[in-house]
């Protein structure tokens, strides 16, 4: 079992940054934590993943170099790192933990956090 409570987000004009944090406790060893974004009236759209110790990342194309996810392994949280925000990037972020998987799908990760809200106003 795996717990995660996302916080961190907000409100910020276009071109700004915001940081969003994802706790995660319980069994989190060789588990890939990923972000994902759902915006009203779209799909959820898988955003970044990383491989908890080694640090491997994937970023799906709209956000690279814009976003960053990282972790701290000492206090088990993902960050995921938000510049250059545009108005499209707003959406409830959802980080989500899969066992050996970082695949940037849904149907891959077992567990999902409560999601933090990010409004990007132009």
């Known amino acids: 079992q795996v717990q995660l409570v996302e916080s961190g987000g907000g409100s ?18 060789r588990n ?8 009203p009236g779209k799909e959820r759209e898988g955003v970044a993943s ?22 701290d392994t000492g206090k088990n949280t993902v960050y995921l790192q938000l ?4 108005p499209e990037d707003s959406a409830m972020y959802y980080c989500a933990a899969a066992y050996e998987d970082c ?8 567990y999902w956090g409560q999601g933090t809200q990010v409004t990007v106003s132009s």
């Open 50 to 71: 990383i491989y908890i110790g080694s640090g491997d990342t994937r970023y799906t194309d709209s956000v690279k170099g814009r976003f960053t996810i990282s972790q």
């Open 83 to 86: 510049n250059s925000l545009k």
């Open 12 to 29: 910020v004009q276009a071109g700004g940054s915001l940081r969003v944090s994802c706790a995660a406790s319980g069994h989190t060893s």
């Open 103 to 110: 695949r940037l799908y849904p149907w891959v990760y077992n």
């Open 32 to 39: 890939c934590i990923a972000w994902f974004r759902r915006a």
